[in-house]
């Protein structure tokens, strides 16, 4: 049986700058240094480290989880995030931490009126928070994407249609 979330030892809350050198610690842990070959973090050199839609997971005051959300546009048109990297320190992973830093991040998205949030991920696992495929071709990315991986979440049924051509972090 998977361990659940416990909420009362762990802190979810907005990331800050301060918190950029033990995300970065995070993120060399769990991936590894091919880290930086992935074309969603081609899309995020030049932005900002943290957005106000970042979260990170604390345990006794410990960073054990993190989630970015980099503001882009698609095709010169705002309104839009590309979700990730999420990490999970492997001690405390399968208890929910990386389930509810994104639910909590595209709570925060839909209340600043972000229209679409983009990711580059695996479907069963997104599709639970509302993440579909985006159409072949409607958006690109700078660099090679698997187009089944390529995925996005609406904050309105058919919003997506009107985000098309290249995705820039703004």
């Not at 590309?82 to 929910?96: D, K, R």
Request: hydrophobic content about 40%; proline content about 8%.
């Amino acid at each position: 049986m998977t361990p659940k979330l416990d909420t009362e030892t762990v802190e979810i809350c907005p990331a800050t700058l301060a918190d950029v050198a033990r995300i970065s610690a995070l993120h060399a842990r769990v991936f590894g240094p091919g880290r930086f070959s992935r074309t969603a973090y081609r899309l995020r050199e030049g932005a900002p480290r943290v957005s106000k839609f970042c979260r990170k997971a604390l345990k006794a005051k410990e960073l054990v989880a993190a989630v970015s959300f980099t503001q882009i546009s698609i095709g010169g048109t705002s309104g839009a995030l590309l979700l990730g990297p999420l990490a999970v320190a492997p001690e405390v992973s399968n208890q929910g931490l990386g389930r509810e830093l994104i639910a909590t991040g595209l709570r925060e998205a839909e209340r600043e009126g972000i229209a679409v949030v983009l990711l580059v991920g695996d479907k069963p696992y997104y599709e639970r928070f509302g993440f579909d495929h985006v159409p072949p071709g409607q958006i690109k990315l700078p660099g090679p994407v698997d187009p089944q991986r390529l995925l996005a979440w609406q904050a309105k049924p058919g919003v997506l249609e009107s985000f098309t051509g290249m995705a820039r972090a703004e």
